[in-house]
C-alpha cells in the first residue's frame, strides 16, 4: 500500500532559526494536506495543495507541492516558540477519497 | 458548536476487558474516521464512515469494530483489549474542502 514518509523525524532549531520538514510518498498523491499538533493536542489542518508545483504561503509558513505530486515540504522562516509541536502532511491512499494516509511527523523544539 | 467530541478522555482497561469510544459530532459532517497514534508512527486510520450505515476498514483494522447508525455518532469499540491497544485515539470529521476536524483524543492503557 502507499507509504508516506517524512524527514526529519525531530528537529532542534535556535529561535530565529528557518525550519523545513520533508513528505515523500510512495505514489502519486491526488492532493497532500498538513497538520500541527502541539504537545498535548490534538492535529490542526493547516492546507491542502492539489496542484502540481502549487506553492502557498501562510504568514511565515511556506507549503510547496512537487511537480510529480510525490513530495510536498513546508517551510518555517524564522521559527518562534509558538512553532513548537510535531507537523503532519497526509495524503489520499491511491484513488480512494477516503483514506486519507498520514506520514509519521516531524517534531519540532525552538529553543528560545 | 462543540465540534468532535470524545469520551471518555482517559481509561485504563485490564487485558481483555471491553470497552467502547464515543465520538460525537455537531458539523453534520458524513464522514468520519477513527485513528491511532503511537510514538514514531504517526496517524493510522483504523475504521472510517462516509456516512450513516456504512462503514470501511482503515492500514489496522484489526480487534476494533464499528458502526453507523446516525450521522452524529461514531464509537469505536475494542470486543478484547490487548497491550498492543494501548495508544491515543482520535476521531475525526471531514469538511466540505477536504481537511479533517479532530476531537481531544482519549488515552487508552490496557494492562
Known amino acids: 500500500g502507499q507509504q508516506v514518509m517524512q524527514i526529519p523525524q525531530y528537529q532542534h532549531v535556535q529561535e530565529g532559526e528557518d525550519f523545513t520538514t520533508y513528505c515523500n510518498s510512495s505514489t502519486t498523491l491526488s492532493n497532500i494536506q498538513w497538520y500541527k499538533q502541539r504537545p498535548g493536542g490534538h492535529p490542526v489542518f493547516l492546507i491542502q495543495l492539489v496542484k502540481s508545483g502549487e506553492v502557498k504561503k501562510q504568514k511565515r509558513l511556506t507549503f510547496q507541492f512537487g511537480e510529480a505530486k510525490k513530495n510536498s515540504s513546508l517551510h518555517i522562516t524564522a521559527t518562534q516558540t509558538t512553532d513548537v509541536g510535531t507537523y503532519f502532511c497526509?495524503?489520499?491512499?491511491?484513488?480512494?477519497?477516503?483514506?486519507?494516509?498520514f506520514g509519521p511527523g516531524t517534531s519540532l523544539s525552538v529553543i528560545p | 458548536n462543540a465540534g468532535v467530541t470524545q469520551t471518555p478522555k482517559f481509561q485504563v482497561l485490564k487485558t481483555g476487558q471491553s470497552m467502547t469510544l464515543q465520538c460525537a459530532q455537531d458539523m453534520n459532517h458524513e464522514y468520519m474516521s477513527w485513528y491511532r497514534q503511537d510514538p514514531g508512527m504517526g496517524l493510522r486510520l483504523i475504521h472510517y464512515s462516509v456516512g450513516a450505515g456504512i462503514t470501511d476498514q482503515g492500514e489496522v483494522p484489526n480487534g476494533y469494530n464499528v458502526s453507523r447508525s446516525t450521522t452524529e455518532d461514531f464509537p469505536l469499540r475494542l470486543l478484547s483489549a490487548a497491550p498492543s491497544q494501548t495508544s491515543v485515539y482520535f476521531c475525526?470529521?471531514?469538511?466540505?474542502?477536504?481537511?479533517?476536524?479532530f476531537g481531544e483524543g482519549s488515552r487508552l492503557t490496557v494492562l
Open positions: 497526509a495524503g489520499r491512499q491511491g484513488t480512494s477519497y477516503d483514506k486519507v494516509i
Open positions: 475525526a470529521t471531514r469538511g466540505k474542502t477536504g481537511e479533517l476536524f
